[in-house]
């Protein structure tokens, strides 16, 4: 038992390792505010852009800045099948929750309460994601970043706007917004932190 418990956060630190120069809170941070973006024109095509290469675009940025000072990790990789059951089961609970709110406060046939409670939707949704990596890390800034997902959803979600998806844009784009200024903070403090090495500094130049 004591060895388990030993291993488990083992493998949370080396993840929490591994996630700390920032990249997955600015990469998720820019994707939803392009998804504000995609709401607010159609034509807003960064964001399938995003969504496309935004791997690679991290990965990139690691092999250039992150794994020289750190190293690199690699992940055994986790069970799919058991993931996207364990998401179909949270969204449809995310779901019975929204509809259950607008049935006791207005009407599950009119469309517009459903695009008026739309930021507490994503808003739960998020804390998804936030809660995996939560656990899987150990870190309290995901729990943080969970916590004020429902908050800001549920602000934006009482907040009357004069047109259609107002708050869910004004949403997307404060989540993201924040989560992008916290990416660069963290990846910026990560880089003061381990400096390349001298060897790695003069291959840099050259």
Same mark, same amino acid.
């Given at each position: ?28 941070? =820019?994707?939803?505010?392009? *998804? ?69 406060? @207005? ?13 507490? *939707? ?7 994601? *936030? ?12 729990? @943080?970043?969970?916590? =004020? ?24 784009? *404060? ?5 992008? =200024? ?13 400096? =390349? ?10």
């Amino acid at each position: 038992m004591t060895a388990q418990i030993d291993l488990n956060k083992i493998e949370q630190k080396a993840y929490r390792d591994s996630q700390q120069d920032g990249l997955m809170e600015l990469m998720m941070g =820019l994707i939803l505010m392009a *998804f504000g973006g995609f709401f607010y024109s159609t034509v807003f095509v960064f964001y399938i852009l995003l969504i496309l290469f935004s791997g690679r675009i991290v990965e990139s940025i690691r092999k250039r800045y992150t794994y020289p000072r750190i190293g690199f990790v690699k992940f055994p990789q986790e069970n799919h099948k058991h993931n996207l059951t364990g998401v179909f089961l949270f969204e449809f609970a995310v779901i019975v929750i929204i509809f259950t709110l607008i049935s006791l406060f @207005g009407d599950v046939t009119d469309y517009s309460q459903w695009v008026k409670w739309s930021p507490l *939707f994503f808003g739960m949704i998020l804390v998804g994601p *936030f809660a995996h990596v939560a656990s899987k890390s150990g870190n309290v800034r995901y729990t @943080g970043y969970a916590i =004020l997902s429902l908050i800001l959803g549920g602000f934006f979600s009482l907040i009357e706007f004069g047109s259609g998806c107002t708050g869910l844009i004004l949403y997307l784009v *404060f989540i993201g917004g924040f989560l992008v =200024l916290s990416g660069l903070v963290i990846f910026i403090r990560f880089l003061r932190k381990y400096p =390349l090495p001298e060897k790695e500094v003069s291959s840099v130049i050259r």
